[in-house]
């Protein structure tokens, strides 16, 4: 069965550069989330998009931003990058999730700010 | 503030023995759900519990929800080493999905 597909799965980026992240839900899925998992931390929620419109919004940074297009894949875009934005960065999908659906996660995408 | 936490942060046990972890939130939700997650690899969803069952079961995992006390437990009977990873309990309020600290479990063959 097809999963959450994330590219790239690492990225290695210099302070002060932007970065994509790439999301490619399940099929059919109409709720798309992204996180934010530094070492050791449990993830962080970061704006979630619903029918690709956004739904809601954690903690993310104003450099950053997202979108979910036509064919429903989902985008963060990164700028200004800073150390601190070294993380893990998971894509999860899921059919509405408040109708007790299940989200299903990628395997992610390291980012290495150097 | 983190909307489950989880109790304990690390948990070392021998193969065959139980494990049990604690999570904890704080607003109303429509369901909790227990992830698993190995060392720097992607979540992987174990069970959900919606917010009008008290007990679920799926194999070794017993889950309880306690909504009066805003709490759940994740139990892992007969551990296997195989199980040693991270695990979260994720809160679903609205259309979010919010995840607490997580439990380090370790399982000594």
């Known amino acids: 069965a097809a999963g959450v597909i994330q590219s790239p799965r690492h990225l290695i980026k210099e302070k002060r550069e932007t970065a994509t992240l790439k999301c490619y839900p399940i099929?059919?899925?109409?709720?798309v989330y992204w996180y934010q998992q530094g070492p050791g931390q449990d993830p962080q929620f970061l704006i979630s998009?619903?029918?690709?419109?956004?739904?809601d919004k954690g903690s993310i940074p104003d450099r950053f931003s997202a979108q979910q297009f036509s064919d429903y894949h989902s985008e963060l875009n990164m700028s200004s990058l800073e150390l601190g934005d070294s993380a893990l960065y998971f894509c999860a999908s899921s059919l509405v999730v408040y109708m007790n659906t299940e989200a299903f996660f990628g395997q992610g995408t390291r980012l290495t700010v150097v | 503030s983190q909307q489950g936490e989880e109790d304990p942060q690390a948990l070392s046990i021998q193969e065959g023995e139980n494990a049990t972890m604690n999570c904890s939130y704080k607003?109303?939700?429509?369901?909790l759900q227990w992830y698993r997650q190995n060392s720097g690899r992607g979540l992987v969803h174990l069970i959900l519990?919606?917010?009008?069952?008290r007990e679920k079961h799926s194999g070794r995992l017993r889950v309880t929800l306690d909504t009066s006390k805003k709490s759940s437990s994740l139990l892992i009977t007969a551990s296997r080493a195989a199980d040693t990873a991270s695990y979260f309990c994720a809160t679903v309020a609205g259309n979010m999905l919010t995840f607490g600290g997580g439990t380090r479990l370790m399982v000594k063959p």
């Open positions: 099929p059919r899925h109409d709720t």
């Open positions: 607003t109303s939700i429509n369901n």
């Open positions: 519990i919606r917010s009008n069952e």
């Open positions: 998009f619903y029918e690709k419109m956004q739904s």
